[in-house]
């Protein structure tokens, strides 16, 4: 079950449960779009995948108690602001592979 991490790991934006800013990697590290887009061309600075929006867990109980009262998101902050020159060796390294292809 994804952790929805409660902010960006790099500028500490706010990215709540129902937050459609939040930008995730295969492994949850967290970034809101205007980092993971603009600052990180896509490029995770923790594994070097690409990044996806994170999905939002209903508010409400549907079906099944699959909802965000049963399953809330996590509180624990991972603030890491990024090594903009060990990040920019990932990227370079990638040569401008997509996602799929790294």
């Not at 205007?34 to 409400?60: I, K, M, Q, T, Y």
Request: charged share 20%; aromatic share 6%; glycine share 6%.
């Amino acid at each position: 079950m994804l952790e929805l991490r409660p902010s960006c790991e790099h500028c500490n934006k706010a990215l709540p449960p129902a937050s459609t800013e939040a930008r995730i990697c295969t492994y949850e590290c967290t970034f809101c779009a205007d980092c993971a887009e603009n600052l990180l061309s896509n490029v995770c600075p923790n594994c070097g995948g690409g990044f996806v929006p994170r999905p939002v867990r209903p508010a409400s109980n549907w079906k099944g108690n699959n909802y965000l009262g049963a399953d809330p998101a996590s509180t624990t902050v991972k603030h890491r602001p990024v090594n903009f020159e060990e990040h920019a060796r990932i990227v370079a390294a990638q040569n401008g592979l997509p996602p799929e292809q790294r």
